[in-house]
Structure formats: structure tokens, C-alpha cells
């Protein structure tokens, strides 16, 4: 029985070994710059000192930053991908669907709870009034807060059942939605449709959204809330496509950048030459091939950032984009007394991030809220 067990703990500690060696340390490392771009998205940096200071420079880098977007394709090629490497592995897709729909869905109903009584102001009321009057004055807010989201569900329960009750909140059902539609079509066993089908979404979707300015072409969704299916299909299908080969050119993968970021200056240019479309970030026909490239690099280069700690970073990805919400709303109101709009939009972020790691590793070693960020 004794060298069973020894044989046992041999295999299991070599398959963690296995594991880590397969662990895709570019992915990982890409990650913390994809969710530190979210959180850019989310606190604007030099918005705020383009109208305080009147300086074409920073507008500039307002919009530039705010043009970049590969963020979201990114993650949700990543999932595609993943999807796609456990389906190859031998994993049922009706049983690999329902894992990862379960758990998307219950992290989704956790942080919609979670949100539906936040009261941004906590911290501003703890500083003001002190810890007791301060919990005193939170529970009244949360109160008003959960009442409020309670009236909303009522009178917009497609928002709701899309996006929570967090704007960041939607990328989950809309991943959700994403793996089931890709789960479809193999189970069917009609997976050549699948590409066109996402790509057929995708074009429905920005024609609602940054195009819809076009003549003839273009209309205005009815809800926005199915927008986010509609945008995501195609990455979580790209991500699958690019699992099922074996080999990624990295001349093609330069191609696709380069040739992606040309494509995206140019649809900006014309929406804004012609239409008076501000440019921002936005789902484009060019952000398909810049986040394609993108991936296909991370999977032609699979160790970069071996050595860093941004593999490590990376694997909090998760748990900094449920959560940085409440950080950015929560800090928000020091930004006036405190700091000079410059030093606020150079700073803020950084701390926002920083606090956000902080956060999910303290939940991590929780073990009734690690489910929250794991």
C-alpha cells in the first residue's frame, strides 16, 4: 500500500509539474497590461487635466490611451482558447459548458449581490463622521442603494439580467453567452459555421454601436444590454479557432498587428472626418485582426515574462476587474482636496491597480470569499 501511494503522490506532483511547464507565461504576463488598460478605460486619465488645463497634450493622450483597445478581445480569446485546448483534451462540451457557464454565472450573481447594496461614499462617510456614525450612515445609503436597483430591475429587467447591477458586470453574460453559442454549433457538429456565425453577430454589432452614423447601413439598437453577445462572439471564437492549430507564423501575427492598428487610425480618422464620431474606444472591423495578433504572438512566444512577476499578476486578473469598481468610485472623492488634476491622473490608476492586487490576494487567503475572485 505504501508504494501505491508513493506511486500516486509521484504522478500527482509530476502532473503539477506538467502543468506548470504548459502554463502560457505571455498570456499571463499580457493579462496585467489588458486589466491595467480596463482600469485606464475606467478612470480616464488626463481627461480631467485636459479641461483643467486647457492643453491640446493632454486631450491627445486622453484620446490616444482611450483608442488603444484590445483589452476585452483579448480576454475573451483567452477563454476561447482554453475552451478549446480542455475540448481536445477529450473534455464533453456539454459538460465543459456547463463548468464554465456555472462558474461565470455564480461569480455574476455574487458581485451583482455585492454591488446591488455598495454605497460609493463608504470611505468619504468613514473619514467625515467617523467609524460608528460613518457604518451608521452607510447602512441608510445601502439601504436607498438596493431599493434603487430593486426599482430598476422592475422597470429594465433585460438591463439587469445583462449587466447586473455594476457596469463592468456585463462582460460576464456576455461570455456566457459566447461559450454557448460556440458549444452550440460543435455539439451539432457544424463548427464551419461558427466563424461566420460570430462574425455575422460582430457586424450586427458595430453597425448598432460606432457605425450605426452610416447611411443605409447603420441603425440604432433598440438595447444596448445585447450588445455585449453581439461584440465578444467573434474573440471567444477566434480563441477557439487558434487552439485547434499547431503552429502560428509570427510574420503573420506582425501582419495582423501592424495591419490592425493602420486599419483602427483609419476607421477613427473616417468616422470623425465624416461623421463627427469623437474618437474613443470602440469595437471596429480593425480591432479583430489587432487583437488577433495580438493573441498569436502570446502563443508563438509562450515564455515571455517567465522570470517577472507579471505571470503572477496575472493570474489575479479576475479578481481586479470584479472588485476595481469599488475602489475607483470609493477613492473618487479625494480627488479634489488632495491632489492637482496632473498628479491625480498619473497616480490614480497605479494606486487603483495596486489596491485592487492588494484586495483579491487578501480574499485569496479568505476561504469563504476566495470564491469571489477565483
Known amino acids: 500500500m505504501g508504494r501505491c501511494i508513493s506511486r500516486e503522490g509521484v504522478r500527482e ?43 491640446g497634450i493632454y486631450k491627445n493622450l486622453y484620446v490616444l490611451i482611450d483608442c488603444i483597445g484590445f483589452a476585452v478581445p483579448f480576454f475573451c480569446m483567452i477563454s476561447g482558447y482554453f475552451f478549446g485546448k480542455k475540448l481536445l483534451s477529450g473534455e464533453p462540451v456539454i459538460a465543459l459548458t456547463k463548468r464554465y457557464c456555472k462558474r461565470l454565472f455564480q461569480i455574476f450573481v455574487l458581485w451583482s449581490i455585492v454591488y446591488a447594496f455598495y454605497s460609493p461614499l463608504w470611505l468619504k462617510d468613514m473619514c467625515e463622521y467617523g467609524f460608528l456614525r460613518g457604518v451608521y450612515w452607510n447602512f441608510l445609503r445601502m439601504t436607498d442603494v438596493f431599493k434603487g436597483h430593486v426599482a430598476g430591475a422592475i422597470e429594465e429587467p433585460c438591463r439587469y439580467i445583462m449587466m447586473g447591477t455594476s457596469y463592468q458586470l456585463w462582460f460576464l453574460t456576455a461570455l456566457i453567452i459566447g461559450l454557448m453559442f460556440l458549444a452550440f454549433f460543435i455539439y451539432v457538429k457544424k463548427e464551419k459555421f461558427i466563424i461566420p456565425g460570430a462574425m455575422s453577430l460582430y457586424i450586427v454589432g458595430i453597425l448598432g454601436k460606432r457605425y450605426s452614423v452610416l447611411p443605409l447601413l447603420g441603425y440604432d439598437i433598440a438595447s444596448e444590454d445585447l450588445l455585449g453577445p453581439l461584440l465578444i462572439t467573434i474573440f471567444v471564437a477566434t480563441g477557439w479557432r487558434l487552439s485547434k492549430m499547431k503552429n502560428y507564423s509570427t510574420r503573420l501575427a ?110 485569496q487567503k479568505i476561504p469563504v470569499a476566495r470564491i469571489f475572485v477565483t
Open 254 to 363: 506582425v501582419c495582423l498587428v501592424v495591419g490592425g492598428g493602420i486599419l483602427r487610425f483609419l476607421e477613427l480618422f473616417f468616422l470623425w472626418k465624416f461623421y463627427e464620431v469623437e474618437p474613443s474606444y470602440a469595437y471596429l472591423l480593425s480591432t479583430i485582426p489587432l487583437a488577433t495578433g495580438v493573441f498569436m504572438l502570446a502563443l508563438q512566444y509562450p515564455t515571455v515574462g517567465a522570470n517577472s512577476i507579471f505571470p503572477k499578476l496575472g493570474r489575479l486578473t479576475l479578481g481586479v476587474y470584479v472588485l476595481h469598481v469599488l475602489i475607483l468610485d470609493a477613492f473618487f472623492v479625494f480627488r479634489e482636496p488632495f491632489f492637482s488634476p496632473l498628479a491625480w491622473d498619473l497616480l490614480f490608476p497605479l494606486v487603483a491597480y495596486g489596491l485592487a492586487i492588494l484586495t483579491t490576494l487578501i480574499l
Open 13 to 55: 506532483t509530476m502532473s503539477v509539474n506538467c502543468e506548470k511547464k504548459q502554463r502560457n507565461s505571455s498570456i499571463d504576463t499580457l493579462r496585467v497590461f489588458a486589466i491595467f488598460y480596463v482600469v485606464l478605460l475606467h478612470t480616464q486619465p488626463f481627461h480631467h487635466s485636459s479641461e483643467y488645463y486647457g492643453l
